[in-house]
């Protein structure tokens, strides 16, 4: 069965520090979407990107955040300057283009920020 | 603005036993509602939805009630069993905004054998 992967599982850094965080869709999906998760809170929505923009963003999703799909296949998530508040785990997420309800989510990449 | 909340936070059940998960959401605007599975160590897996046109929907052993005059959502799980234990979401979704969904807090089901 087709499954979204993330890479790395587990992501630590330095305060300050550049990461990019990398996420393999459903290969025949076109809905991309990242979510983060603070330990013991709610899932919450960062961003939906389709056609190569981004569809919507979050209050979170600010100009320390970017999104690419730099090839077919890839979709990643870029933090400029990481802050303490960003450790998290982060959740790729992807849906087909008539139905995006139904959205599958990778495992998550474990961020966390010293 | 836009809240999706679960009334409990721990559910414990005995095996065989059917479950019920509640769910208080505040957008009454919200066009879709969804469950969400969560296993330890995984990302939330998908396990049903309800248009807001509709009442209730059923799928293979659960069934999702939608009440929109109290704005409450609920999930009920037929004949509990083991691998059912897992922390359950539910998230709301507003037609025209790419997707978003915006979750509850969730509610860990704990299934005794």
């Known amino acids: 069965e087709p499954e979204v992967t993330q890479t790395p599982s587990h992501q630590v850094t330095q305060m300050g520090q550049e990461v990019i965080l990398r996420c393999v869709p459903i290969s025949n999906h076109l809905y991309f979407y990242w979510y983060r998760q603070i330990l013991g809170q709610k899932v919450e929505f960062l961003v939906s990107?389709?056609?190569?923009?981004?569809?919507?963003k979050s209050e979170i999703f600010d100009d320390q955040f970017s999104v690419e799909r730099p090839d077919g296949s890839n979709f990643t998530l870029k933090i400029r300057s990481t802050k303490l508040e960003d450790s998290a785990m982060y959740f790729c997420?992807?849906?087909?283009?008539?139905?995006?309800?139904?959205?599958?989510f990778g495992p998550g990449t474990r961020l966390t920020v010293l | 603005g836009e809240s999706v909340g679960l009334h409990l936070p721990t559910l414990s059940v005995q095996e065989g036993d059917n479950s019920i998960i509640n769910c208080a959401y505040s957008n009454s605007a919200s066009d879709y509602f969804i469950w969400y599975k969560q296993e330890s160590g995984k990302g939330p897996q998908f396990i049903i939805d309800?248009?807001?046109?509709?009442d209730k929907r059923q799928g293979q052993r659960v069934t999702v009630l939608l009440n929109k005059t109290v704005k409450h959502l609920s999930l009920q799980i037929a004949a509990t069993q083991p691998g059912d234990s897992a922390v359950y979401f539910c998230?709301?979704?507003?037609?025209?905004?790419?997707?978003?969904?915006?979750f509850g807090d969730g509610t860990t089901l704990t299934v005794k054998p």
């Open positions: 998230a709301e979704i507003l037609a025209g905004n790419a997707g978003k969904s915006t």
């Open positions: 309800i248009r807001s046109n509709m």
């Open positions: 997420a992807s849906s087909m283009t008539s139905g995006y309800v139904e959205q599958f």
């Open positions: 990107f389709y056609n190569n923009e981004i569809s919507e």
